[in-house]
């Protein structure tokens, strides 16, 4: 099996917070799907269960981007504008991306 083309794929550079991890990804996946598939899940352990499934809805797959991607949903749009996390679930990778997962808080409590 051949290695793909460059320009079939982005690298993903992930700092979770125990070190930077590099990832490739088809041109046009969604990168909540490639951090899931890769085992660095942008939910929370409550939230990787309780989620919109990737529809842009609940706001809980949010990611900080550096030199993020213009953004094409509207929470993402608003995110961009007020320095939010951006939604995973809404961002295509067209790029290189590199992603910072947060520290996530659900009702009041950090995990």
């Known amino acids: ?6 320009c079939d794929v982005v690298y993903v ?17 969604r990168l909540r799907d490639v ?7 942008p939910h929370t352990r409550l939230t990787a269960r309780a989620n919109c499934g990737g529809r842009g809805l609940c706001g809980t797959c949010g ?5 993020s991607p213009a953004p094409d949903h509207w929470h993402d749009a608003l995110a961009d ?6 939604l995973s679930c809404q961002v295509t990778l067209r790029e290189d991306v590199r992603v910072r997962l947060p520290a996530k808080m659900i009702w009041g409590r950090r995990e």
């Open 81 to 86: 504008r007020w320095g939010y996390p951006r």
């Open 63 to 67: 990611v900080r981007l550096d030199e």
């Open 13 to 29: 550079r992930i700092d979770d917070g125990d070190g930077d991890h590099l990832l490739t990804a088809p041109v046009g996946s």
């Open 35 to 41: 951090l899931r598939d890769a085992g660095h899940s």
């Open 1 to 6: 099996m051949s290695e793909p083309d460059r």
